[in-house]
């Protein structure tokens, strides 16, 4: 089958090892994941194996799916890869109507977007002054090719929004009528329990349908890390060793409906959901252990970054800031109804053994899970193993 690979990313390309993208002849399944032509070969890390599963565990609207290659190119193994599927408009991933490029129906012209926040200039941008003191770069993915009143609505709609979210009135839902609230709070709430400071920063994606009642909904997510360090504060609000522009969410967090849309969001997904990531990073990350290696000495990068030191690097991070996020959930300073910051404070963590046993009461997963032997158990009505 025809086939074209070239490099991909900005920052990412710099390095020895270079992440890139796939076009194939014809849409193809690849290892069960659905048919495509468009694909990349994503660096491995363990924040990605983390950061994808929870976006899936969060249900967000769509999440790209991965499988771990090792890659032969032009007869050079150049190691481990995550073959990942690529965010784009279509029926197997974001599955909105697709706007046609240069369209001038000004029906068909208010859905069918995919844009990213982005913090690099290139082709296909918008910029708008966010605030005083920096700007909104918008880039277009699809549609691609914009005629004068594609433009001008995107740069409208993007400076309306803007507008809304800025607003001196924290009481105000001007920016609901845009933008889908609890999209934005799970997109957020997974850039806290992730720890990543460019989730506001770059690779933000959006992306609006073309129905009535449409709104803008946050995603995919792309490019997430975790910054691995003991939290003190929101992500957003924290330095980190390069600059980085937080755009909308210390306005947004103000907004009563969207801590609101926060706190049931959160209520949903922890603890019992969000738990299953660290049984899923093992069965992910530890059986890679050979081919990181393998990935390591190609590279000539760190040997002691094992598997199983992966594996328990980020489920370490993401249990630390799953723990002070639940005690930190936002609470707008607008709100009229007294809110506590913290979610199931009194909440005792149970644990039985499978005969339904109950062997122990935690004050917390972490707390549990460093007192528990090795085995499989009931924790608050979940079937966990214990590794």
Same mark, same amino acid.
């Given at each position: @089958?025809? @086939?074209?690979? $070239? +490099?991909?990313?900005?920052?990412?390309?710099?390095?020895?090892? $270079?992440?890139?993208?796939?076009?194939?002849?014809?849409?193809?399944?690849?290892?069960?994941?659905?048919?495509? /032509?468009?694909?990349? &070969?994503?660096?491995?890390?363990?924040?990605?194996?983390?950061? &994808?599963?929870?976006?899936?565990?969060?249900? @967000?609207?769509?999440?790209?799916?991965?499988?771990p290659v090792e890659v032969v190119l032009n007869g050079d193994y150049i190691g481990l890869?995550?073959?990942?599927?690529?965010?784009?408009?279509? /029926?197997? $991933?974001?599955n909105i109507y697709e706007q046609q490029d240069k369209e001038t129906n000004p029906e068909l012209?208010?859905?069918?977007?995919?844009?990213?926040?982005?913090?690099?200039?290139?082709?296909? *941008?918008?910029?708008?002054?966010?605030?005083?003191?920096?700007? &909104?770069?918008? $880039?277009?993915?699809?549609?691609?090719?914009?005629?004068?009143? *594609?433009l001008q609505w995107l740069t409208n709609e993007f400076k309306a929004i803007n507008t809304a979210i800025y607003s001196t009135d924290k009481n105000s839902t001007a920016w609901e009528e845009h933008i889908d609230v609890e999209s934005m709070a799970r997109f957020?709430?997974?850039q806290e329990v992730m720890d990543n400071p460019d989730g506001f920063h770059g690779s933000f994606y959006l992306h609006k349908d073309l129905k009535d009642g449409a709104k803008w909904v946050a995603g995919p997510i792309w490019n997430l890390v975790c910054y691995n360090r003991e939290k003190t504060d929101y992500t957003f609000k924290m330095k980190v060793h390069y600059g980085f522009t937080p755009h909308w969410i210390g306005e947004i967090i103000q907004y009563d409906s969207f801590c609101q849309a926060v706190r049931n969001v959160w209520r949903e997904v922890y603890p019992s959901k969000l738990s299953e990531i660290y049984d899923y990073i093992d069965d992910i990350v530890l059986p890679l252990e050979e081919a990181w290696k393998n990935d390591c000495e190609r590279w000539n990068d760190d040997p002691t970054q094992t598997a199983q030191l992966r594996a328990d690097r980020i489920k370490n991070a993401l249990r630390r800031n799953m723990e002070w996020f639940n005690q930190?959930?936002?609470?707008?300073?607008?709100?009229?109804?007294? @809110?506590t910051s913290t979610l199931y404070v009194d909440e005792k963590i /149970?644990?039985?053994?499978? *005969? +339904?046993?109950?062997?122990?009461?935690?004050?917390?997963?972490?707390?549990? /899970?460093?007192?528990?032997?090795?085995?499989?158990?009931?924790?608050?009505g979940e079937k966990m193993t214990i590794r």
């Open positions: @089958m025809p @086939m074209q690979i $070239r +490099g991909r990313g900005h920052s990412s390309w710099k390095g020895p090892k $270079r992440p890139y993208k796939i076009k194939l002849g014809e849409k193809t399944a690849i290892m069960g994941m659905p048919k495509n /032509k468009h694909w990349a &070969l994503l660096k491995p890390t363990e924040n990605t194996v983390a950061g &994808l599963q929870l976006g899936k565990l969060m249900n @967000m609207s769509w999440t790209p799916s991965f499988r890869y995550f073959l990942t599927e690529t965010i784009r408009i279509g /029926k197997n $991933r974001v012209i208010s859905g069918g977007w995919l844009v990213e926040v982005d913090n690099y200039h290139d082709e296909c *941008q918008i910029t708008i002054p966010e605030n005083n003191r920096w700007n &909104l770069t918008l $880039r277009y993915h699809s549609p691609e090719d914009l005629s004068d009143l *594609q957020f709430i997974l930190h959930i936002p609470v707008s300073p607008y709100t009229s109804i007294p @809110m /149970k644990v039985f053994n499978l *005969q +339904g046993i109950l062997i122990g009461e935690f004050s917390n997963l972490s707390d549990a /899970k460093s007192n528990l032997r090795h085995g499989v158990y009931i924790i608050n």
